[in-house]
């Protein structure tokens, strides 16, 4: 994506924000485990409890593939704050389909080795827009 290093810093986080909307507009967002492997994110619904029906985000996405991933850092020191959001277009594919996928995610989340994922949904986010901003340049 070719972004500057402290942007790239951003984007080793261990949750990003995941941004959705729904046919009629109406906005989500909801924090996400990730992997990012060239300009593709990739993210599984595991196995935490669910709700039991359709997941919103993955609602959202089957009616609006257009998402925004938010990567930020607070501080109460204002010259520290910085944010990259990375716009792309989502869709909802089989993991058994995408081993490569999975193995970037139980490398980056080891609690995913414990859990039976190759028969999970995989959020696959191509990114086409990076956007980035911090308040100061040390």
């Known amino acids: 994506m070719n972004l500057p290093p402290w942007a790239e810093e951003l984007l080793a986080a261990p949750v ?16 996400i485990c990730f992997a990012i ?7 599984v619904i595991d196995e935490k409890p669910k709700s039991g029906r359709p997941l919103k985000r993955i609602r959202n996405i089957e009616e609006n593939p257009n998402v925004a991933l938010l990567f930020d850092r607070y501080d109460n020191d204002w010259s520290k704050l910085a ?25 980056r989340y080891p609690r995913y080795e414990e859990m039976a994922l ?12 990076v956007v980035s901003w911090r308040a100061s340049a040390s």
């Open 16 to 31: 990003a924000r995941l941004a959705t909307t729904s046919a009629e507009g109406i906005p989500s967002i909801v924090p």
């Open 37 to 43: 492997d060239g300009d593709i994110v990739w993210s």
């Open 83 to 107: 944010w990259v959001v990375l716009h792309g277009r989502a869709d909802v594919v089989s993991a058994a389909d995408h081993p490569a996928a999975l193995a970037l995610l139980r490398a």
């Open 118 to 129: 190759e028969s999970s949904q995989l959020v696959r986010i191509g990114v086409q827009t």
